[in-house]
Nanobody
């Protein structure tokens, strides 16, 4: 598995979590990075993306204003800071990387690398 996520867990509505994603087999510097999520019975959906230099970000509408994506290229790590969590944020969260595009395409089929996912469960 080229990417490894961590930081998921069980929290209550309104709480915060920080997810991390790193790699031991690639150098992140030239990759666009981001996050997708998949809730039970649903397809994988785009959450957030950050450019290789970290100077451009995009977010899905449901998480705008609550989630922040950031990266530390010196540590080959990308983060997803999640605030004001809601039960509908419950999903497996996946880290993704793209070698070509300036930002991740919102269709997951275009990502080049994936992690194994980390579960986030938000109770009401």
């Amino acid at each position: 598995v080229p990417l490894v996520e961590s930081g998921g867990g069980l929290v209550q509505a309104g709480d915060s979590l920080r997810l991390s994603c790193t790699t031991s087999s690639h150098t992140f510097t030239n990759y666009t990075l981001g996050w997708f999520r998949q809730a039970p019975g649903k397809g994988r959906e785009f959450v957030a993306t950050i450019s290789s230099r970290g100077d451009s970000t995009e977010y899905a509408d449901p998480v705008k204003g609550r989630f922040t994506v950031s990266r530390d290229n010196a540590k080959d790590t990308v983060y997803l800071h999640m605030n004001s969590l809601k039960p509908e944020d419950t999903a497996v969260y996946y880290c993704a990387a793209d070698r070509v595009r300036a930002v991740l395409h919102r269709d997951p089929k275009y990502a080049d690398l994936w992690g194994q996912g980390t579960q986030v469960t938000v109770s009401s």
